[in-house]
């Protein structure tokens, strides 16, 4: 890892963090937040906050989740409520915060969850993609969280769990369900058991200043603990942040439509991916409209990624199997990415959960993907595949089409450029194409 790069990369995108401010004000839009590049649609404007409420803590490990709750419903409909710096809040209930209308939450302490997998377990709100599970839910109309506090998931119990069962439920750190207009950080999150942010049935919502790392302790990997996962949301910005982990940078899951992703920094990832969809046979999934500008990926698996079940059921391990639905990608644009370490600069598969070429080629995904640009990519890939620095494979030529690669500098250590592609119009590829074998 070339920790220097790494590093100044992200104080680089930590230093533009103070427009958030703006964006919680009253009477401002959370669009003046926005920059370069602006939403689809223009994000609300946030309310006047006029009374405050600080939560209450035991200390010493006794549960807090009361007190939050009394200061929400006390300062709900136009208040800020506070969790007080030097604080630690300790949260050992699922707490259920769709309720919330024009209210702030100001995170100044550290607010850490408990190690009770047994309860969190069975208790866990149960979310409906994925077999998702959250420690809360944070909804309603109007709502901001952010501050220079901590929320922490208390990860590690629950990556020994998973390394002993790969089947159990491990709570997402962050669930955003059913906002309708929020701001989200700056904040600082750490060691999420699972996804960092799942974002569902969500709209309009802006993501800024996300600080997000927590890795194990043990010989035991933190997975599957991707930043952001989006379903079934639209008019979603997530900008200005700094991710290290060990899955998906960003996510666009079933019906993830008009998203802006823009100035990032991911370490350790899986990419900015699209998908994985098709997953569910009889569900139709869509994914349209999104522009992803200038982000940074550095020791990842994948830069921009496209993944797409195969046209029958496949498994790619004991919890993540599916394969056999439909939808269509369209209308999607990476532009501007700088990669080091990173195995593949570019990815688009029909093919993922199955490994089995032949099963692909006989049940060619009917998920269609159209209208893709790639664009101004540069760095050096890992080499893991030498000399492919990417591939852009579809399953059928029937399901890809108007896929673009222009301005890819992109070499492996060797000085290799090579793509594979196959099923799609090598005439509007600007690489190395060569079909694969």
């Known amino acids: 890892m070339k920790v220097t790069k790494v590093l100044v990369q992200a104080i ?8 958030v401010v703006d964006a919680r004000s009253p009477g401002h839009s959370r669009t003046d937040s926005c920059h370069p590049n602006h939403p689809f649609k223009p994000l609300p404007i946030t309310n006047a906050r006029t009374k405050t409420c600080h939560v209450d803590n035991r200390g010493h490990g006794k549960d807090d989740s009361a007190n939050v709750l ?3 419903k006390k300062c709900n409909n136009g208040g800020k409520v506070i969790f007080d710096v030097g604080k630690t809040y300790t949260i050992g209930k699922a707490l259920d915060m769709t309720f919330l209308k024009h209210v702030d939450l100001e995170i100044q302490g550290h607010i850490q969850f408990t190690n009770d997998t047994d309860y969190w377990q069975a208790n866990a709100f149960k979310q409906i993609y994925q077999n998702a599970t959250t420690f809360f839910q944070l909804g309603g109309e109007d ?18 769990l998973y390394a ?3 089947l159990i439920l491990r709570p997402i750190l962050m669930g955003i369900i059913g906002l309708k207009g929020g701001t989200i950080g700056p904040l600082k999150l750490r060691y999420s058991p699972q996804w960092y942010h799942f974002v569902a049935n969500s709209t309009d919502v802006l993501f800024e200043g996300i600080d997000i790392t927590g890795y194990s302790s043990s010989k035991n990997v933190a997975k599957n603990t991707d930043g952001w996962d989006l379903y079934r949301s639209s008019n979603i910005v997530i900008q200005n942040s700094v991710i290290n982990n060990g899955d998906d940078c960003v996510s666009f899951k079933p019906n993830s439509t008009e998203i802006l992703v823009q100035n990032l920094h991911c370490n350790g990832s899986h990419g900015i991916s699209v998908g994985s969809l098709g997953q569910y046979e009889g569900e139709v999934d869509i994914v349209q409209n999104v522009l992803v500008y200038n982000v940074s990926m550095f020791n990842a698996s994948d ?12 498994a790619l391990s004991t919890d993540l199997q599916g394969g056999g639905g439909s939808g269509i990608v369209k209308n999607i644009t ?7 370490n990173v195995d593949y600069a570019i990815e688009v598969t029909q093919c993922y959960g199955q490994k089995n070429l032949t099963l692909c080629n006989e049940f060619p995904s009917s998920l269609v993907i159209e209208d893709i640009l790639f664009t101004n990519f540069n760095g050096v890939t890992s080499g893991k595949y030498d000399p492919n620095v990417g591939t852009i494979v579809c399953s059928s030529p029937d399901v890809c089409s108007d896929i673009k ?12 450029d090579q793509f594979t592609c196959t099923n799609v119009d ?3 590829l600007n690489v190395n194409c060569v079909a694969s074998s």
């Open 426 to 428: 090598n005439s509007l």
């Open 303 to 314: 830069g921009a990624r496209i993944k797409v079940w195969p046209g029958t059921a496949s």
């Open 12 to 19: 680089g995108v930590l230093s533009s963090l103070g427009a």
């Open 334 to 340: 990476y532009d501007g990415m700088t990669i080091d």
């Open 164 to 166: 002993e069962d790969a």
């Open 70 to 72: 009394s200061a929400l």
């Open 143 to 160: 709502v901001n969280m952010y501050g220079d506090g901590i929320l922490d998931g208390n990860g590690q119990v629950w990556y020994d």
């Open 405 to 416: 690669a222009t301005n890819i500098d992109v070499t492996s250590p060797d000085g290799d």
